[in-house]
Structure formats: structure tokens, C-alpha cells
């Protein structure tokens, strides 16, 4: 019994950190702003201090950190949904130009080359046909159970026509890609198939 009560309350315990961590980089929202959080959420943040924006502190996460990754950080970190970025907006945003160039140059199956060069899309980040559904994420039991899950969808999906994913040790971000998680389940998963 009492070990049930020790879980609810190390839940609760996470959730107002998120909130503080939160709270502390956009700063105390307003009223109209929390008009759709929780009354939990809404009275935690009300009853502490007031808090500035510190959103510079974002420029601080990497050395790499460019004026347009902070801004299109800033535009999808805001309480209020309603003055979020959209999707669409977000997907067009400056940030993302370079990696939708390199994706529409080697990787897409709406683009094509011709023999005098490659021919384009019209639309680089056409909407999608229909909502995204988080349904599947209700049989998730575990992380590494969504790991799998993710491991065997790419690699079922490197069969057939699509081109595979190439990965660029010149980049930037290959050194960081090869200490993370991602990069060793997928070295697991691979040992676990043998």
C-alpha cells in the first residue's frame, strides 16, 4: 500500500518539475495564457514566483545553435496553444530549409531526375491526407518496445524501391549520433536478428 502512494507521488513530483522546467525558460505564463491547462497545472504555477522569459538560454544548448533553430524553438515553445506555430508553418520554416533540400535531392520519391538535371516537386511539405492518429501508442508497454517497434519499421521499409538512409560521418553531428541511443539499440537489434 504505501508503495502505491510513494509511485502517485513521485508521478505528481515529475509533473510539477516539468512544469518548473517549463516555467523556468518561457517564463510565468498568463492567465488567458493557461486558460486551457489543467486546474493542477494552473494552481502549481500560481502559487510560485513570477518568472521572466529566458529563452536565450537556448542559444546555450549547442555550439551549432543558429538564430533560426532558436526562433522556431521559441515559436513551438509557447503555453498557450492557440498562439503556437502551426505544423505547416513549422515545417516551412527557414530552420528546415537545408534539410529539405537534401532530402528532395537524394532521398523522396516525389522528385525525379531527368537526363539535364533533377525535376521537383511543386509542393516541398504538402499536407497530410489525414490527421495523425496516437492510437498505436496505447500498446506500448516500454521504451524499448517502442525502440523495436521503430527499429523494425525502417528496416521493413528499406525493402523495395525507397532509397536507403545514408549517413554522412563529414557531418557536423555524426560524432554525437554515433555516442547515442539510437545509434547502439540499432547495433542490438542487429546482433539480436543474427
Known amino acids: 500500500m504505501c508503495i502505491g502512494t510513494q509511485v502517485i507521488r513521485i508521478g505528481m513530483e515529475m509533473r510539477t518539475r516539468a512544469l518548473d522546467l517549463i516555467t523556468d525558460l518561457l517564463g510565468t505564463p498568463s492567465l488567458s495564457a493557461m486558460a486551457s491547462a489543467c486546474e493542477g497545472a494552473r494552481a502549481h504555477i500560481l502559487r510560485g514566483p513570477h518568472k521572466p522569459p529566458s529563452l536565450s538560454v537556448l542559444y546555450m544548448l549547442s555550439e551549432g545553435a543558429t ?13 498557450d496553444p492557440a498562439k503556437r506555430i502551426s505544423g505547416s508553418d513549422a515545417l ?13 535531392t537524394c532521398m523522396c520519391q516525389c522528385c525525379y531526375s531527368v537526363p539535364s538535371g533533377r525535376v521537383y516537386t511543386r509542393d516541398f511539405e504538402p499536407p497530410a491526407e489525414r490527421p495523425f492518429s496516437h492510437s498505436y501508442e496505447q500498446s506500448l508497454l516500454s521504451v524499448w518496445q517502442g525502440k523495436e517497434l521503430i527499429h523494425r519499421f525502417i528496416t521493413e521499409h528499406q525493402q523495395g524501391k525507397r532509397v536507403p538512409l545514408c549517413i554522412n560521418p563529414q557531418s557536423a553531428a555524426f560524432k554525437t549520433f554515433i555516442r547515442s541511443t539510437a545509434w547502439h539499440s540499432s547495433k542490438v537489434s542487429r546482433k539480436e536478428e543474427r
Open 67 to 79: 538564430h533560426e533553430a532558436v526562433h522556431l524553438l521559441c515559436r513551438m515553445l509557447v503555453f
Open 92 to 104: 516551412s520554416h527557414p530552420y528546415l530549409d537545408e534539410g529539405r533540400l537534401r532530402y528532395h
